[in-house]
């Protein structure tokens, strides 16, 4: 039981990564592949303020304003000029940006791993069962921003405006959508949620390196990919489902070396077997 | 009466709950000019990418001289004798005038050449190459792109890139060839130069040509016989210059 | 002789460049050594390029051939190292030859490093572009972990190698030369033609009756047994083999190779192997510590300016003047290209590096370039 806890907890992380990924598939149509380091930049970014503050909120603050300026910034400089490319080009400049942030983050902070203390979490017993409050916190704000998102892509002009985009680029354009504009908000949102999912990563690991955003980044594309890419809730699903397979996977003796082995070779298998994802919706080639 | 190349039996798919063609039965003599037209939307296309394995359809099959295609790959089909040309061009952009059509030659019999002959380069593959330059060669003579064989595809007049992409599909050889819209685009004296082109190449290659067309006077200057296809369904089928006249096909093009 | 005209008809001097280069190379060390004039070290590195550069030019045939990213190069690299070196250390007790059991190992490493490619091959027939890149990286993290946790191959202290007796980098240096006659042949065949064909469009590949899977599955089972015979011999200098060393980074590494060279050029590939594993092993010494992430803030530019300089649609004005064959005063007419030119763009742009360095041109009969220029241009995507 804890540990499937522990699996939704370490989930509602992934999710959170995905959903940024997916967002970004479905609608700018590309992979990317800086995104999990997104997530590092977020958790230096609290390391940082807390070491100046040494205010745990206000950390959380400047990495969500940090992030979403990093989003928008990686997508007009990197990104933007490769519209209309090869999509394999736009991949390449990903990495790219991916390779960029992290040894930057090296430079600047070596590649040591930092020790960060983000307070006390209690466990909370409920039965048998004892929880600790950062996985509860985890959980709780992982399903609000969820929700949330759900509703404001429903809801919103600008949401709505989202699935246009990723529906159709050129038409949604002529029905006067700003499709740049568009885009870069889909990056500020996703770059957004991977700094709530760094803040979430410092809760379960509370300790920061240059490239403890690639691992989980990998992951998340890959969760991402078994909900079915472009999907929300699909993103969620997978997330969840990947964290929960990956602590149970762990809490195993014999299974737990081969645990990354394992989660990828769920990918794989799920590409071959539907390799439309859980949730995804076909899309036909145009001939 | 003639040999039969193709034949369609109650060929129809659905997307999702979708019938997008249903019950098109189709049956196209030897050396016949065979027009397939209809409004926008009307699933001549969906035809065309059944026949050639881009979509399997999901009932009803169809048949090249006689032997059952259904269910193979696109390159399957290839090989028994269907080719096509796409309704936006799609031609290897990258590579030079001559690459395409050596491309289209890729599968020939007398072109066998298998990797590890490559590979180690033994005198086969000298020979293979030469053999198909020269036979790439020749066909874009015909189709008087010999001199540009050395262009980059993408740089074509648009024209000329409707005509190689028919090159390279002769290129395979195939018995039957699929149109799409080859007409699309072009001004008069264009479209009247590619019916000449087309009357040619049944002669020259002795081959079948499917076509659909939306421009009227190019498919009744050329085809004998033409189905006409609405809503995924046929609407008329038979002789040209009755299909004018039909009160139905009338409507369907027209409205009202 | 009919033969003879055939080459003839088939061959171009360019198609020689690449074996001129790396036969100099190979002569100059080899000299170096015999006058007592190489160093230690210098040996090392030579050993390092000869397999930088099979890897490079193997993972070009994907990328810049096929159009494909691979991202599990060093997995493919990691599986040929740990199978070769565990065959070398039961062979060095029957056999007394070290360079044979050096071949035997690097045949054996490569075609066990050729069934990874042919499984994970298999996924590539359905799928393409960010999801096949996803799934190689996933298979590099697979291979990884599995060497990492098996104790017959040493576990997470690696696997004992024995270092090779003699001069590795002879040896390093024919292979190289074995791979790109092999690779070069394919490129420059009707099965280089398919490969292309299906990199440039795929829809109309299949339409023209290209096998698409089974040109994927050949060029992965290719590339993936070049990778494992570079691993080989990166097993039989570096001891012991340790799994760390075939990352996601290092997969990366190659990459860079790759882009930098030039997508679908091979002497690009040479040049950039040899600069970057001349630069890797300069900058070990110097840059300790954490000013190691200099090297990859390096690699990190050079992924995302050559690939923006290469690809944007706005740039190609800029490309157009400052193109290499422009510099060079080329008399090809711009709009001409030769037919066995590889341009991997998809907006053609007509300035790479390949066009200069290692084009494999077959020019057919002189031709005068058209004096209107064609202006319209079909769409075709």
Redesign the interface.
């Known amino acids: 039981m804890t540990t499937f806890i522990d699996g939704l907890s370490l989930g509602s992380i992934y999710a959170l990564i995905a959903l940024g990924y997916t967002m970004v598939?479905g609608i700018a149509k590309?992979?990317n592949f800086a995104h999990g380091d997104v997530i590092m930049v977020g958790a230096y970014a609290i390391f940082s303020t807390l070491a100046v503050t040494g205010h745990p909120l206000v950390g959380v603050l400047v990495a969500v304003v940090i992030c979403t300026v990093l989003g928008v910034v990686m997508e007009k400089l990197?990104y933007k000029?490769?519209?209309?490319?090869?999509?394999?080009?736009v991949?390449?400049?990903a990495?790219?940006?991916?390779?960029?942030l992290?040894?930057?983050a090296?430079?600047i902070y070596?590649?040591k791993s930092r020790a960060i203390t983000l307070g006390n979490f209690e466990s909370i017993k409920i039965g048998s069962v004892s929880i600790s409050s950062a996985t509860i916190i985890t959980l709780a704000v992982g399903a609000v921003i969820m929700v949330t998102l759900t509703l404001f892509v429903k809801y919103t002009k600008v949401g709505r405006a989202m699935i246009a985009v990723s529906e159709d680029r050129g038409a949604a354009a002529l029905m006067g959508i700003n499709v740049n504009f568009i885009i870069t908000i889909t990056f500020a949102i996703g770059c957004c949620l991977a700094a709530a999912a760094g803040l979430f990563y410092l809760l379960q690991i509370p300790s920061v390196t240059?490239t403890l955003g690639?691992m989980p980044g990998?992951k998340a594309?890959?969760a991402a990919?078994i909900g079915g890419i472009g999907s929300i809730p699909g993103a969620m699903l997978g997330g969840i489902l990947l964290g929960v397979i990956e602590k149970i996977c762990l809490s195993i003796p014999v299974l737990a070396?081969?645990t990354?082995?394992i989660e990828?070779?769920l990918?794989?298998v799920i590409?071959?077997v539907k390799?439309i994802g859980l949730l995804g919706k076909k899309r036909r080639?145009k001939? | 009466m003639a040999e039969i190349v193709l034949e369609t039996k109650d060929l129809g798919i659905s997307f999702g709950g979708l019938k997008a063609v249903q019950n098109v039965n189709l049956k196209i003599e030897k050396n016949q000019l065979y027009g397939l037209i209809g409004p926008n939307g009307a699933g001549k296309t969906t035809v065309f990418n059944m026949l050639?394995g881009?979509y399997k359809p999901t009932t009803g099959t169809f048949y090249l001289c006689g032997e059952e295609l259904k269910g193979k790959?696109?390159?399957a089909i290839?090989?028994k004798g269907i080719?096509?040309t796409?309704q936006?061009?799609?031609?290897?952009?990258?590579?030079?005038v001559?690459?395409n059509v050596?491309?289209?030659l890729?599968?020939q019999p007398e072109?066998k050449?298998s990797?590890v002959t490559?590979?180690?380069?033994l005198?086969k593959?000298?020979?293979?190459?030469?053999r198909?330059?020269e036979r790439a060669?020749e066909i874009l003579k015909i189709f008087d792109l010999y001199?540009?064989?050395?262009?980059?595809a993408?740089?074509?007049?648009?024209g000329k890139?409707?005509k190689l992409e028919i090159a390279?599909?002769l290129?395979?050889n195939p018995k039957l060839l699929l149109l799409d819209e080859p007409a699309a685009g072009m001004n008069p004296n264009e479209t009247e130069e590619l019916m000449k082109t087309v009357r040619f190449i049944r002669d020259e290659f002795d081959i079948t040509v499917l076509l659909i067309e939306h421009d009227l006077k190019f498919v009744s200057g050329l085809c004998d016989e033409v189905t006409v296809l609405n809503f995924g369904t046929a609407l008329y089928q038979g002789k040209v210059n009755d299909a004018l006249n039909d009160p139905e096909v009338v409507k369907a093009y027209i409205g009202g | 002789m009919?033969?003879i005209k055939?080459?003839k008809?088939?061959t171009k001097p360019k198609y020689f460049t690449n074996y001129i280069i790396v036969a100099v190379m190979l002569a100059v060390t080899l000299t170096m050594k015999m006058t007592g004039n190489l160093a230690r070290s210098n040996a090392t590195l030579l050993a390092q390029i000869s397999y930088s550069i099979i890897l490079a030019v193997s993972l070009n045939l994907v990328?810049g051939f096929l159009?494909?990213?691979s991202?599990g190069h060093a997995g493919f690299m990691c599986v040929g190292a740990y199978l070769g070196c565990f065959v070398a250390n039961m062979l060095h007790e029957f056999i007394s030859s070290p360079l044979l059991v050096l071949i035997i190992s690097m045949v054996v490493g490569g075609v066990v490093a050729a069934v990874f490619g042919f499984i994970i091959g298999?996924?590539a027939l359905?799928?393409k572009?960010?999801?096949l890149?996803?799934?190689t990286?996933?298979?590099g993290?697979?291979v990884r972990?599995?060497f990492?946790?098996l104790k017959a191959f040493g576990g997470a202290l690696g696997l004992d190698s024995t270092r090779y007796k003699g001069n590795l980098f002879v040896v390093g240096f024919v292979v190289v030369l074995v791979t790109l006659f092999?690779i070069q042949?394919?490129v420059r065949?009707?099965?280089?033609?398919?490969i292309?064909?299906i990199r440039?469009?795929e829809?109309?590949?299949?339409?023209?009756?290209?096998?698409?899977t089974y040109y994927k599955l050949?060029v992965f089972v290719v590339a993936a047994f070049f990778a494992g015979v570079a691993g080989v011999i990166y097993g039989h200098f570096a001891t012991p083999v340790l799994y760390s060393f075939f990352s996601?980074n290092y997969s990366?590494e190659i990459?860079v190779m790759v882009?930098l060279g030039g997508m679908g050029n091979i002497t690009g590939s040479i040049i950039a192997a040899t600069a970057i594993t001349f630069i890797n092993f300069q900058l070990q010494t110097r840059l300790s510590?954490?000013?190691?992430?200099?090297?990859?803030?390096v690699?990190?530019?050079?992924?995302?300016v050559v690939?923006?300089f290469?690809?944007?649609?706005?740039?190609s004005a800029v490309r157009e003047k400052f193109s290499i064959r422009r510099f060079l005063k080329s008399k090809r007419h711009p709009?001409?290209?030769?037919?066995?030119?590889?341009?991997?763009?998809?907006?053609?742009t007509k300035i790479r590096m390949d066009e200069v360095l290692s084009v494999d041109v077959?020019?057919?009969d002189p031709?005068t370039p058209?004096k209107k220029d064609?202006?319209?241009?079909?769409?075709?995507?």
């Not at chain 3, 510590?289 to 803030?297: E, I, N, R, S, Y």
């Open positions: 598939y590309m992979l990197a000029p490769l519209r209309g490319a090869s999509p394999l080009a991949l390449i400049t990495i790219g940006v991916s390779y960029l992290q040894s930057i090296q430079l070596g590649s240059p690639s990998i594309f890959t990919v070396p081969y990354t082995a990828f070779s990918l794989i590409l071959l390799p080639e001939v | 050639t881009v790959s696109q390159e290839n090989h080719a096509r796409f936006n061009i799609r031609l290897f952009n990258n590579m030079s001559i690459r050596l491309v289209g890729h599968n072109f050449c990797p490559s590979m180690l380069k005198p593959h000298y020979d293979t190459e030469v198909m330059r060669k001199e540009e064989r050395n262009n980059l993408c740089n074509l007049p648009y890139q409707r390279r599909a290129a395979t | 009919n033969l055939n080459i008809a088939n990328v159009g494909e990213l991202l298999l996924p359905r799928l572009g960010d999801y890149a996803i799934v990286l996933a298979f993290e697979i972990t599995i990492k946790n092999i042949n394919i065949s009707k099965h280089g033609r398919a292309t064909a440039d469009n829809i109309a590949a299949r339409a023209m009756g290209i096998n698409v050949f996601y990366i990459l882009v510590g954490d000013l190691a992430a200099l090297k990859f803030l690699y990190a530019l050079i992924l995302i690939v923006i290469n690809n944007a649609p706005a740039l709009s001409e290209v030769h037919d066995d030119e590889a341009a991997w763009d998809r907006v053609p077959i020019v057919d031709y058209d064609p202006t319209t241009k079909g769409g075709s995507n």
